[in-house]
């Protein structure tokens, strides 16, 4: 898969270095615009295409959110020309008649993105140029239609065929390490040393997903610890003092950090195929593993609490172990999903609740975020598959018994007054 990997960033970058000069077109940005998405030749699709990527980096943001407004207004579908195609279609089911219903039913912005990323450097361009439309875009209705469409591509471009797995260590390239550094979303490294203490021992990992197209640019990366036993503190899994033990010894692997790198990739899911090829790869590099969890925080938690009214500030610590089971097993949303987004993301992907931890994360982000307590997802490589299937048929949540004992115990207290209670399991 690595080689795999190089070789179709290698013709990618070769594609870069000998693609021919950009030639600056002069024409207005909706001449641009219209050359693009119409029947123009390939020599004019690639000077207009290149001027119009350029002129969009130069732009301040009111001129970026003007052409989004245009692409949004001005080359969306016409309703009609789909219910005319669509009966056209439902009276004559045939290639021509399908053919002219699915011509109907695209914008034509979606035939200009796909033109301008014919441009070399094209698609990191495009990912940023998504970044600000999310950005600037608010809760526009028409603006969310356009967004929707640069996902419906980048779903196509960004799918996991397309994506390669590379471990990424302390002879990593200057540049790949420092934007490990700058993407690093949950546990904030602090120093090049910090880093060393997460890349160099031997019983530590990190792997990145690439995207041929954007060799430099790692899409999401996740640190993984190995250690003895499951662990319940971020402080003690990443302390500069502890001593590593050697991979050969260790029987857990622990993903503690997973952070996703382009804000212009925002709903392109990677960390489910993340997670499985990791525990892949280290399963068939390290036979002695056999447990693979997380170490993960618990973002929505002190939010809840504040907002169903429950007060937590000096609870004891079996308390908050209580309090956060119930959340993560009974808190939900509309749709019946789990009010977390972490918990939506392991759950979704099969993982079940395992553990929770009190002073697990003092750090003040920790603390703001869920009273310092943490969460071991447990991925149970035979159950995956059924958990997933349970949870997206039923929301079905996937558990210890400790920790259905403990969401058990909450029910059963007065939680607006819990700091002076005691949880009975």
Not at 100 to 116: D, H, T
Not at 279 to 304: M, Q, Y
């Amino acid at each position: 898969m690595t080689i795999l990997g190089d070789l179709l960033s290698t013709i990618f970058e070769r594609r870069y270095r000998t693609a021919a000069p950009d030639r600056r077109d002069n024409r207005p940005t909706e001449d641009l615009v219209a050359a693009l998405a119409g029947t123009a030749g390939e020599v004019t699709v690639v000077s207009a295409a290149s001027t119009l990527l350029q002129r969009f980096q130069e732009m301040e943001d009111s001129e970026k959110l003007q052409l989004f407004r245009h692409l949004a207004h001005d080359m969306n579908i016409d309703p009609g020309a789909v219910r005319t195609a669509l009966d056209a279609y439902e009276a004559t089911p045939n290639r021509k008649t399908y053919t002219a219903f699915m011509a109907a039913v695209e914008p034509k912005r979606q035939e200009l993105i796909r033109r301008l990323n014919q441009i070399p450097g094209a698609t990191e361009q495009l990912v940023r140029m998504r970044a600000d439309l999310l950005r600037l875009g608010g809760t526009d209705p028409e603006l969310q239609a356009l967004d929707q469409d640069f996902r419906h591509l980048f779903i196509s471009w960004f799918n996991r065929g397309f994506l390669v797995l590379r471990p990424i260590s302390w002879e990593s390239p200057a540049h790949i390490l420092e934007k490990i550094i700058a993407y690093e979303a949950v546990h904030e490294i602090t120093s090049w040393e910090d880093l060393r203490s997460r890349l160099a021992p031997g019983d530590r990992r990190c792997f990145a997903f690439f995207h041929p197209s954007m060799p430099d640019e790692p899409l999401i990366f996740v640190e993984v610890a190995l250690t003895a036993d499951i662990p319940g503190s971020i402080q003690d899994l990443l302390a500069g003092d502890r001593e590593p033990i050697t991979a050969a010894t260790a029987r857990t692997a622990v993903f503690y950090s997973i952070s996703n790198c382009q804000d212009g990739l925002a709903r392109i899911s990677f960390g489910n195929s993340l997670i499985k090829q990791v525990a892949a790869d280290l399963s068939a590099e390290l036979p002695n593993l056999k447990t693979f969890v997380t170490l993960s925080p618990i973002p929505g938690l002190t939010k809840w609490l504040s907002a169903e009214g429950i007060a937590y500030e000096d609870a004891d610590p079996k308390l908050l172990r209580t309090l956060a089971a119930h959340y993560l097993l009974s808190a939900r949303r509309e749709d019946g999903q789990p009010a977390d987004p972490v918990a939506r993301f392991h759950l979704g992907n099969g993982a079940q609740v395992h553990a929770v931890h009190a002073d697990a994360d003092t750090s003040a982000k920790g603390i703001a975020q869920s009273a310092g307590v943490m969460v071991n997802y447990l991925y149970d490589l035979g159950k995956v598959a059924q958990n997933h299937d349970r949870y997206a048929a039923a929301r079905e949540i996937a558990a210890s018994s400790d920790i259905k004992a403990l969401d058990a115990a909450a029910k059963k207290l007065d939680l607006r007054a819990a700091e002076s209670e005691e949880p009975t399991s």
